[in-house]
């Protein structure tokens, strides 16, 4: 199992998709569509599309995180930040954690000591665990959890609906969750293109001149 993951890590490295996305959490539910492309550890973009087009445009590197609010003319810019990319997201991870993530790699150090039991392995580190279970047939991450000093799970993933890709076993289906904010995001992947070449300027935006600018920390969480 543990020479899957190292496997995998090698394995996929950037990603463009369309998805859909439903989100669950104190606040209401919604869906809606979203274009996300990944370069794998530090590059991220986010399109929240609608039948009229983008209503939010988020790009982070590894300098800083901007957010574009095309209807309102709002554009939003601050350092790449845990607590920052939250705001745009609402999944609390750090940059190359989360660009793991949603490539199907739990976020985890894997060369930290691990425990075996079953077909789950526990990796200690910081005074928090990260377990991975897998299916061992395929021999690919089923889910993932972090658990924190008290036992208490703070977030979870599940790798699900495997599809055979070029570069290898992807689940298209993934599904987070944070139990302590009672939030959920299930991403449904539509034709994922893995591994393939993007460009740098794709992970950063120039203020259009019309728009307002803020700061990212004074969005609400």
């Known amino acids: 199992m543990l020479d899957a993951l190292a496997q995998r ?48 445009i988020v790009t982070v590197n590894d300098k800083e995180i901007i ?56 990796f200690a580190s910081n005074g928090r665990k990260d377990r991975v279970s897998f299916e061992l047939n395929e021999a690919v991450p089923t889910k993932w959890q972090r658990v924190d000093g008290d036992g208490q799970v703070e977030l979870s993933a599940s790798f699900n609906d495997y599809i055979q890709t070029p570069a290898g076993f992807f689940p298209s289906r993934i599904l987070i969750e ?21 460009p740098t300027e794709l992970f950063s935006q120039q203020k259009p001149p019309n728009a307002k600018e803020y700061p990212i920390e004074a969005l609400g969480q």
């Open 178 to 198: 944070s139990p302590g904010q009672k939030k959920q995001l299930e991403i449904r992947f539509q034709e994922p293109e893995l591994n393939i070449s993007l």
């Open 67 to 122: 957010g574009y609010y095309p209807r309102d003319g709002i554009y939003v810019r601050g350092q790449g930040s845990k607590a920052n990319l939250l705001k745009v997201t609402k999944i609390p991870l750090e940059l190359d954690e989360m660009t793991g993530l949603l490539l199907g790699l739990p976020p985890l150090d894997a060369r930290e000591p691990a425990q075996s039991d079953g077909n789950s392995l526990t």
């Open 9 to 56: 890590r090698q394995q996929f490295h950037s990603l463009r998709a369309a998805a859909r996305v439903a989100y669950a959490g104190p606040d209401g539910k919604n869906g809606f569509d979203e274009a996300i492309l990944i370069q794998r550890p530090d590059r991220l973009r986010l399109e929240t599309l609608t039948m009229l087009g983008a209503i939010l």
